[in-house]
């Protein structure tokens, strides 16, 4: 058994005292950090004010008016762009974070958290404090602009008006307070119809389509409204879609249009996918392969389709459009400084073709690169770029859907798939094999009407070759298409298309709709 006993303080050496009082004073401090992380973790969130000790490599320390012996850091990323802090300033912040690092506590404070606003309109603004009116979101690009939706349980009190205040005296407060922060205050609704377009104020919003599915809203306005709704750099669209929680896109009525189309073509390369579910899943709003693979699962696709594929069919299904959606997200990494979207690219398998879609004033520079792109390594090796405008590849598409109407004996299900399969030239055609005709058509042709459309499109890509611009004679003529911003830039896309060093028709030549038979 252990004998205890005591020992007299002139027993102890030195060095046992020394250790005697060390251990004292860490347990204070244990005590004291404890204390202090108890007292200010529940207040996370809260508006505390306090004054700036000293500033080193942009890091604020903070000692708090509450108790001074109590120290918070403000890191850069924590404060508002284009403040400038010095020693012995007086600040407001938000507790935004506390924690324990070893036998210390770590406060950190923050000025661009959206809570922060929060705060600062509970304290300038009776109303909000006693809960006569409620902040019921908040979106914040800090430095630049803030939106506020708010919502008042008194049907007397305007929560707008009553956050601005007479001729602003109320809002006017909290903007200096935030460095002269843009602040938009939205009437909250919960239904999202009316939510979107308060949050996209002062643009005038013509429809707002739900695709609950997906969580997103495309908010659809006239080509006067485009810029007024996305805002400068897309601020105003950004700060609404976090307000609201939804993502919300902006689009003109032929903008829409032009997708759904893309859409049609872009999933019917899918194998396996009828067209059935095709239009079911654009009706969802999947858009594009990256929606369709990330976006849904394979039980979902096998419910869109009503039990009529399986779940292993499904599984192919999204792991195709995965690998679509890669593909085209190495395509735009690897055309450095060229501004290029996901609905931008188009992929086309079989020929081994990816049709990319830039700004006509960065037509010039993305065909400087067309050969380095062409070249890229991974699974698109070897395919070939056609680069050009989107009036451009309009143009080319309606070409070739007037060139492909003159063809014979295959009916007007096989031109839309051609397309739908990226075929634009007669060139491209003649390499078509019978039976895949034959498929395209839903075997509503025949093997030999196949045969001899082929032939006859053979026929006219090797008068193309000896420079005839139009291969068939046109029933109606073509309408005119807008010519691109860039049109020497475009011409060079074109030739990469329609046959290299082919020269331009002579001046003498008759226009298209004067053309005789060939």
Known sequence: NPVVRELEPEELGRIAAQSAKQQMIQSFREAESEDVYDRYKPRVGDLVTGQIKRIDRHVATVTLDNDRNVEAIMPLTEQIRGETHHENERIKAVLLEVKKVGNRVKIVLSRTHPDFVRRLFEEEIPEVSDHTIEIRAVAREAGNR??????SIDMKVDPVGACVGMKGSRIKNIVEE???ERIDIVRWNDSLQVLIPNALQPAAISEVQLYPRLGRAIVLVQEDQLSLAIGKRGQNVRLASKLVGWDVEIMTYDELNRSLDKSQLLFQ????????LIESI???????????????DPAEIVELAGDSITLDEADTIIAYAKERADDIEFIIDSLEGVSVSESDVYLFPRLQRAVIQVRANQLAEALAQKERVSRIT?????????ITTRDGYDLALQKARHWFAQIPGIGET????????????????R????????????????????????????????????????PAPAEEAVPETEEPADAEASAESFDSLF????PARPEDEPPLEEAGSP
């Open 146 to 151: 803030a939106k506020v939706a708010v919502s």
């Open 178 to 180: 935030l460095n002269g």
């Open 269 to 276: 390369q899918i194998p396996g996918l009828p067209d059935s």
């Open 282 to 296: 654009i009706t969802e709003g999947c858009f594009d392969y990256d929606d369709l693979g990330y976006s849904m």
């Open 378 to 386: 991974g699974r698109l090796s070897g395919w070939d770029a056609f």
């Open 414 to 429: 096989v031109p839309v798939m051609l397309l739908a399969e990226g075929y634009l030239t007669f060139r491209d055609v």
């Open 431 to 470: 390499a078509v094999d019978p039976e895949y005709m034959v498929s395209l058509s839903g075997n509503t042709i025949t093997q030999e009407d196949a045969e001899e459309a082929i032939r006859y499109v053979g026929q006219w890509a090797d008068e193309m070759d000896n420079s005839v611009w139009e």
């Open 499 to 502: 046959g290299g060093d082919q």
